[in-house]
């Protein structure tokens, strides 16, 4: 358990992601370390471009911002990528437009890596991987299937709070840094 664990869940539940996944990748980001740098320029607990962190209006070695910001840019990108994690992990560590446009086959080593240590390889499971099968004898007949359950649509993700010359919401930054030629 770590001092930030209660504001990762607050910011996943926020933005309707699975906070044990949301935290492995903060673990995958900084190791949880607020005051974490990496040579290309990624800083704070979330691993953010100076540019990006700029576009959304926070300040990356701040926890209080930088975590619910990294929340809110997954939901953006689950939002941009159907509900597709791995994409939307794959724009988090490599980019939107490179996923856009290079395609998951054209992903580097480094975002393959990054994606693998936060779903153990299991893009579509939801939450902690389930315990190992102990053995003894053999389980009972599963039951029917049940109804598949509707899940809650896809949110779109809030405003962002208004500062003169500011962008306006997530995507307006992202569109902003992009023009700008800056890299997210």
């Known amino acids: 358990m770590s001092e930030y664990d209660a504001l990762i869940r607050e910011a996943a539940t926020r933005y309707?992601?699975?906070?044990?996944?949301?935290?492995?990748?903060?673990?995958?980001?900084?190791?949880?370390?607020?005051?974490?740098?990496?040579?290309?320029?990624?800083?704070?607990i979330a691993q953010f471009m100076p540019a990006t962190a700029r576009g959304l209006g926070i300040d990356p070695m701040d926890p209080k911002q930088a975590i619910p910001a990294a929340a809110q840019l997954m939901r953006s990108h689950l939002n941009t990528f159907g509900g597709d994690y791995t994409k939307a992990l794959a724009a988090y560590n490599w980019g939107p437009g490179n996923v856009q446009r290079k395609g998951m086959a054209s992903a580097p080593a480094e975002t393959r890596n990054y994606i693998q240590k936060i779903t153990g390889g299991d893009s579509l499971a939801m939450g902690p991987t389930p315990p190992p099968e102990v053995a003894g004898p053999p389980p009972p007949p599963a039951p029917a299937p049940a109804p598949e359950v509707a899940r809650p649509p896809l949110m779109p993700p809030p405003e962002l709070p208004g500062l003169p010359g500011a962008p306006t919401s997530l995507a307006d930054a992202i569109t902003q840094a992009l023009r700008r030629g800056q890299a997210l």
């Open 16 to 44: 309707n992601l699975d906070p044990d996944r949301f935290r492995r990748q903060l673990i995958a980001e900084s190791g949880l370390d607020p005051n974490a740098r990496n040579p290309s320029g990624a800083a704070g």
